[in-house]
């Protein structure tokens, strides 16, 4: 889970997903067996379960990722994300966040463009946290070209398997957004 104890830095460091369908995943070519989307989380965790259930989604709605491209639920990923991330140009991480902002805010961080703030992760259920992980890989020399991170405000992620409805919405919400950034990347890569 991405979590931050200061509203304010998670603002300065979040943009709420409003990227036209053209978004900056396209400046970048992508070979094939390029494109990498992972949900992070707990199903058993309540709204934890949001990243898991994105990447479900995602793999019924783009059948037509086959070889160009993979979706990985990864149940607890800590520093083990460096390595689902090996071999990819572009990915596309789905968590949950805690930032203080109301359940079902969708945060999108662009880990490409420079450092995130390392405590969006202080209170991860993934052992170390993803804003870590992503810094380690940078500094490791293992970052992919593109990373970019959907986080999903939670409301509970106390013991159950259901979401509570803002984030429920808010998974359909990432789902469309993440279909429509690797849509043109899947044709782009089928010619």
């Known amino acids: 889970m991405i979590s931050d104890e200061s509203a304010d ?12 369908s053209d978004s900056s995943l396209l400046r970048r070519p992508v070979g094939r067996s390029n494109i990498r989307i992972i949900g992070l989380g707990n199903e058993w965790r309540g709204d934890d379960a949001a990243g898991l259930l994105a990447a479900r989604r995602l793999r019924d709605r783009l059948d037509r ?3 160009r491209g993979q979706v990985i639920e990864a149940r607890q990923a800590g520093t083990d ?3 689902l991330m090996n071999g990819a140009r572009v990915v596309l991480l789905i968590d949950a966040a805690k930032s203080g902002q109301p359940a079902g805010t969708i945060h999108r961080l662009d880990a490409s463009a420079g450092p995130i703030a390392l405590n969006l992760a202080c209170r991860s259920t993934h052992g170390v946290g993803v804003a870590e992980t992503i810094e380690l890989g940078r500094t490791l020399g293992r970052l992919p070209e593109t990373v ?4 999903i ?14 984030v429920e919405e808010a ?16 044709c782009m890569n089928s010619m």
């Open 153 to 166: 405000e939670v409301a509970e992620t106390g013991w159950g398997p259901s979401l509570s409805q803002p």
């Open 171 to 186: 998974v359909e919400q990432v789902v469309e957004q993440i279909a429509r950034d690797v849509e043109p990347l899947l």
């Open 81 to 83: 994300l460096l390595d």
């Open 65 to 67: 990722i086959g070889e």
């Open 9 to 20: 830095t998670m603002a300065q460091t979040t943009v709420n997903d409003t990227t036209p």
């Open 148 to 151: 970019m991170i959907y986080g």
